[in-house]
């Protein structure tokens, strides 16, 4: 019975352990990053983008004045598809008025 309860016991420790280190990455997660107003050392904190891009991406945005939307990041020369994609859960455009209000749910017949 001992050996049941310590398995246990360790089996709790080990999940505990592994939600510890998750919580970090999950409030990393929740920071946006406003590409209007970002410095080039704050956009290399993207998954994605190095000095470079951040340069390129800062240099854009002072050529064409400010981001109208996250998908014209595109624009920005070494920005596919593929790039903007992971790059969107972890940018704004916001000016820091609160977020638009969800769209309501279709109407059910």
């Known amino acids: 019975m001992t050996r049941v309860r310590l398995s246990i016991l360790a089996g709790v420790w080990l999940a505990g352990l592994c939600l510890m280190t998750r919580v970090p990455a999950a409030f990393a997660s929740d920071k946006l990053i406003n590409i209007n107003t970002a410095s080039a050392t704050e956009l290399r904190e993207l998954k994605g983008i190095g000095d470079a891009k951040a340069q390129?991406?800062?240099?854009?945005?002072?050529?064409?004045?400010?981001?109208?939307?996250?998908?014209?990041?595109?624009?920005?020369?070494?920005?596919?598809?593929?790039?903007?994609?992971?790059?969107?859960?972890?940018?704004?455009?916001?000016?820091?008025?609160?977020?638009?209000?969800?769209?309501p749910a279709a109407a059910k017949h």
């Open 56 to 103: 390129v991406i800062v240099a854009y945005r002072e050529k064409n004045g400010p981001f109208k939307s996250v998908d014209e990041l595109r624009q920005v020369h070494g920005i596919g598809d593929k790039l903007l994609e992971k790059l969107r859960p972890q940018v704004t455009v916001s000016t820091g008025a609160a977020p638009p209000a969800a769209a």
